[in-house]
């Protein structure tokens, strides 16, 4: 499943690139980035011949591995036949991804709107919420990520807002449920849910219902640290927005289509909202893809007014045939079923009793292919293993971490005090305790540092 080890080609990739190109969230001089000659399934190698366990699907991304064939030969079909047309006609491809989806998201979301990928997905859900409403406001939860546009990133709740932050967006941040390291002194689940709602209530108070269009969050917040919410939550904030008439906007760019073991994670919570972000495991990112599940009423509000707002290509026939051929594999081939039964009955427990042996594990979070690890210097105080910071550098005890387990053929997902593994929901039971091994060894080398 590897090619022909091939350094000097690999060296003429990366002198291009270090030349050439801009990195996301990066110091252009402090980056070393591997040079990435193939990927099949859940590996990927590079020209040198090293071959990794990718425990990230990328960006949280290819659900149904790297190269799936049906999806490959999807786009390969399309493009023959179509590559492009503009979004105001109907088209096969657009038509059909819009149906695939709509089919599968909860309750009356039975709209939708693409975009190039998450975070524009995130502005048009809120511009529509605006309309909608007629009001100003949109609340969102610290910890979490909606995305690096202007819009978007003033939403996000953690450090990779500051730099950009412009301070006039009308957003106001409100602190969701998270037991670990809970802002409301609770010491159950039930405590914290209900404190959290209070919260919520509060500032929906203090911030003038008829001034809140929306609230926003992560059904399972995903960079921020896979911070599964108690039961009810959800639920509470389902009622919260129709007491006050705020839209409910759940963002499943990260939790969707598969990667919780359902194919939302709104479907593990049974709540409804009235838009409904995504984008990644859509078509497990083979062509850019995102959008928004619109609900009847809000669809409602631009069937005689025109919707203002569009993207050149939105609905794009390459991205939605890839995302076609990606629902029907995943439906074919039983891929939201595979996460769900080997999260349960792998991840789960080998991530638990990795935790009983390594005192750098502070707790196991997670559901489906979706976990995170969350490491500390000390299990008692729950001091993380590297202190809160605005760049989300790993920090030396993280990268010794990251560096072990490279060396092992795993490649970990790394975030501040976190690794998380996130690796294809199709991955076999095989493929993941070879992961699970090496991520045994790589937290021996973290454990050095508590
Ligand atoms: N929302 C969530 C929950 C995300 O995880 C992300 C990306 N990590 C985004 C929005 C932004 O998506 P994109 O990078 O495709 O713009």
């Known amino acids: 499943m590897t090619a022909q080890p091939n350094p000097e080609a690999g060296a003429a990739v990366k002198a291009a690139d270090r030349a050439h190109v801009f990195h996301s969230w990066s110091a252009q001089e402090l980056i070393d980035p591997l040079a990435v000659a193939g990927a099949e399934g859940a590996y990927f190698w590079d020209y040198e011949g090293r071959r990794y366990l990718d425990f990230t699907s990328g960006l949280v991304f290819t659900n149904v591995g790297y190269q799936h064939p049906k999806v490959v030969a999807a786009i390969q079909e399309q ?183 359902t194919w939302f994670a709104a479907d593990l919570y049974d709540v409804v909202p009235d838009l409904m972000t995504f984008a990644k495991g859509v078509n497990s990112g083979y062509v850019p893809l995102g959008g928004v599940a619109i609900s009847g009423a809000i669809a409602e509000t631009f069937a005689k007014r025109p919707y203002p707002g569009g993207l050149t290509y939105s609905g794009h026939p390459l991205a939605c045939a890839a995302a076609v051929a990606t629902i029907n594999a995943m439906a074919e081939e039983g891929i939201v079923e595979n996460a769900a039964r080997i999260g349960a009955s792998v991840v789960g427990p080998a991530l638990h009793e990795l935790a009983q042996r390594h005192p750098s594990v502070g707790e196991v979070r997670g559901v489906g292919m979706f976990w995170a690890l969350e490491l500390v210097r000390n299990r008692e105080t729950r001091e993380p293993l590297v202190p809160y910071n605005a760049t989300g550098e790993a920090g030396a005890p993280m990268a010794a971490f990251a560096a072990a387990a490279k060396a092992d053929g795993l490649w970990p997902f790394v975030n501040m005090n976190r690794t998380h593994v996130v690796p294809a929901c199709n991955v076999s039971e095989a493929e993941l305790k070879e992961g699970l091994a090496a991520l045994d060894s790589a937290l021996s080398a973290a454990d050095e540092f508590v």
């Open 79 to 261: 493009a023959g036949r179509m590559t492009t047309f503009a979004p105001a006609f109907a088209v096969e491809a657009r038509s059909e991804a819009a149906r695939l989806i709509a089919e599968r998201t909860p309750g009356d979301l039975d709209k939708v709107f693409f975009t190039n990928g998450g975070a524009d997905a995130v502005e048009h859900a809120v511009r529509m919420a605006r309309l909608h409403t007629g009001r100003p406001k949109v609340l969102s939860a610290y910890r979490s990520y909606h995305g690096g546009t202007q819009q978007a990133v003033n939403l996000t709740g953690d450090p990779r807002r500051w730099a950009s932050d412009s301070g006039t967006a009308g957003v106001v941040h409100f602190w969701a449920p998270f037991l670990y390291r809970s802002r409301f002194y609770a010491q159950t689940e039930e405590q914290e849910c209900a404190r959290a709602l209070e919260h919520l209530e509060t500032t929906i108070a203090f911030e003038g219902p008829s001034t809140i269009a929306a609230i926003i969050l992560e059904t399972i917040p995903g960079t921020a640290g896979i911070m599964p919410p108690p039961p009810g939550y959800l639920a509470g904030v389902r009622e919260l927005c129709d007491t006050y008439g705020i839209v409910f906007v759940l963002d499943e760019v990260m939790a969707g289509f598969g990667r919780t073991g």
